[in-house]
């Protein structure tokens, strides 16, 4: 139930990560967390081994952690919830401090915890990394449906303008003094949302109508190529290769 | 409810992401219908839009705010495949240019947030105007179809958590805390939706997909007094031959699963059985906390076994009706391949 986004992750540079083809990273990041969400969650050495990786991937592309751990802000309502776990999750329980927890609580929250803090540590650092339509374009380069593509590249076109539209006209309500405290203010913020449709709509309408007389046919040409040799894909592996083979490994010895 | 990696186990995961893919591909063809040429610019815009209607913060109660979820609203403005698209388009950035939601759980969020709510809110907003015309109507609809859907995703959130949660905790409790919360937040939601579209039908009632129906014909005058009526308002949405059975079988089937579940439920109650069977209901009555607020969630265990039945019928009738449609529109774009060769 996070609000709204302000800020963009991205973080220009030119480093051996920024460099790697978007495809790679995004393959690598979502293999990434498919092998944590993989592992069992008694293996506390193998999290911690996930993420010396990640702080190892940051140190290479030179997000320092203080930037990555304030964009981790978005995890902080399941963390109220992972600990809230321990006191009303079922099964047996212990005492620790003179207070009643659930063992099996106590190890969901841990298992919640520790997984969803290493994939927004790895998400963060992809979108630190990478350029939002490079990143779009990887994802074409990946299979997924150029139409969707499409659709989220005009989003990522069209937000700024329309989330500045929005800005607008809050300053303008509030420069009137206006401030929704109530329930009966949600006319007022409603007749907004509308307003703010119509006004997007049609500017979208008048868009399209220009780019069509500039010769749009259905889809923006690429410039770049995009294309990543075998040893970028090599790189880019190493983050879930690694975490893999620690994976099995510790499977093999258990 | 942005569901981070983690939360479900990778069964779940991956079968929600099946789910989302199916439901996401359908929409595509869909949207191609609801937006002709102009799909990608058009659904682009309003995936911006909804991401900017989510940061209007609006006040529930005295301290706390919600935001809005956008899927019904979208789904009246521009009609439910673009609004499926966009919501999932919205959930695809913010989780890969946001990091807000897991990439792992991307499935799980598009299904709840994306696809269930949008389908309970149409078929709520169709069957309402169905039965009755009008912008009034329409408005109503708006809301209460809104209001449905927050409630029916949170409590498919509980019921996905039974089947593949990581964490032990009875789906009665979680179930009646998500359901709960979510009909505030529902109502918030609906009374934005309803005096958005409410709004947007005053000005631009060409633009709210869900009153298409509703524009007055054009009417010439000539100077000689002779009325000409040009250019009938197009028909209402699907195709007639199941315009009135698919809401009916969604009434049927939703009548039957609430209302049989909810009987069944009074005795022993199936849900607390099941878990018990399965051997992970347990110790509920020697919680230290047995007497707290919390714990009381279980008294209302009858309701969401309910809501729940109806939740599964929508959610079935989703994923058949995805690839019934799916298949049937294959098997045709075949077959009139196969009438050009041979002719």
Not at chain 1, 19 to 30: D, G, N, T
Not at chain 2, 24 to 42: H, I, K, N, S
Not at chain 2, 292 to 316: F, K, N, R, S
């Amino acid at each position: 139930m996070g609000a709204g986004h302000q800020h963009q992750l991205y973080r220009a540079g030119d480093t051996l990560v920024h460099r790697l083809p978007p495809q790679c990273k995004l393959a690598a990041v979502a293999a990434f967390a498919l092998v944590v969400v993989a592992t069992p969650r008694e293996w506390l050495w193998v999290f911690c081994l996930y993420a010396a990786l990640l702080a190892g991937a940051a140190a290479v592309a030179r997000v320092p952690p203080g930037f990555v751990l304030r964009r981790m802000a978005v995890e902080i309502p399941f963390v109220v919830f992972a600990v809230a776990l321990p006191f009303i999750g079922l099964g047996e329980r212990v005492s620790l401090l003179g207070v009643s927890l659930s063992a099996e609580g106590l190890w969901s929250a841990w298992n919640i915890l520790a997984k969803a803090t290493l994939g927004v540590a790895a998400s963060v650092l992809l979108a630190a990394t990478t350029e939002p339509r490079l990143m779009l374009l990887g994802a074409q380069r990946l299979r997924l449906p150029p139409l969707l593509v499409q659709i989220a590249m005009f989003m990522l076109r069209y937000m700024d303008v329309i989330v500045d539209e929005m800005r607008r006209m809050r300053v303008a309500r509030e420069s009137r003094g206006f401030t929704a405290r109530d329930v009966r203010h949600i006319p007022v913020v409603a007749k907004s949302a509308g307003a703010l449709f119509i006004r997007s709509y049609e500017r979208g309408e008048r868009v399209h109508l220009a780019m069509l007389s500039r010769g749009y046919s259905g889809s923006m040409p690429v410039i770049q190529d995009l294309s990543a040799s075998s040893r970028q894909w090599l790189v880019a592996g190493m983050l879930p290769g690694v975490a893999l083979v620690a994976l099995l490994g510790t499977w093999g010895l258990a | 409810m942005h569901v981070p990696d983690g939360f479900f186990n990778a069964a779940v995961s991956i079968s929600a992401g099946a789910v989302a893919a199916t439901g996401v591909a359908f929409c595509l063809r869909g949207a191609r219908r609801e937006l002709d040429d102009r799909t990608a610019p058009m659904a682009g815009l309003v995936a911006a839009f909804i991401f900017a209607v989510q940061m209007l913060n609006f006040p529930v109660a005295a301290g706390t705010s919600g935001h809005l979820l956008g899927g019904t609203l979208a789904a009246i403005l521009v009609g439910p495949h673009t609004a499926v698209l966009c919501v999932a388009v919205v959930l695809l950035v913010q989780g890969f240019f946001f990091a807000d939601g897991g990439l792992t759980a991307l499935g799980v969020n598009i299904t709840l947030m994306g696809i269930v709510a949008v389908v309970a809110g149409w078929a709520v907003f169709r069957l309402i105007t169905k039965a009755s015309r009008g912008r009034g109507a329409v408005v109503a609809a708006s809301f209460v179809a809104a209001l449905i859907s927050v409630p029916v995703s949170a409590v498919t959130f509980a019921l996905l958590f039974w089947v593949g949660g990581t964490a032990p905790i009875e789906v009665s409790t979680v179930a009646a805390a998500m359901g709960g919360v979510h009909v505030l937040i529902g109502i918030g939601e609906g009374l934005i939706t309803a005096v958005t579209v409410s709004t947007v039908l005053a000005v631009r009632p060409d633009l709210v997909y869900g009153a298409r129906g509703l524009a007055a014909p054009l009417v010439l005058r000539g100077a000689d007094g002779e009325a000409v009526v040009t250019g009938e308002p197009r028909a209402q949405g699907a195709p007639r031959r199941i315009g009135w059975f698919l809401p009916a079988g969604v009434l049927v089937a939703a009548l039957l699963a609430g209302i049989v579940s909810f009987y069944a439920s009074s005795s022993p109650d199936g849900l607390e059985r099941v878990a018990e069977d399965k051997g992970f209901s347990g110790q509920a009555a020697d919680h230290a906390l047995a007497d707290q607020p919390l714990a009381d969630y279980g008294e209302a265990g009858d309701i969401p076994v309910g809501l729940a039945g109806l939740v599964g019928v929508g959610v079935t009738l989703a994923v058949g009706g995805g690839l019934f449609f799916a298949v049937r529109r294959r098997s045709r774009g075949e077959a009139s391949a196969r009438d050009e060769v041979s002719a």
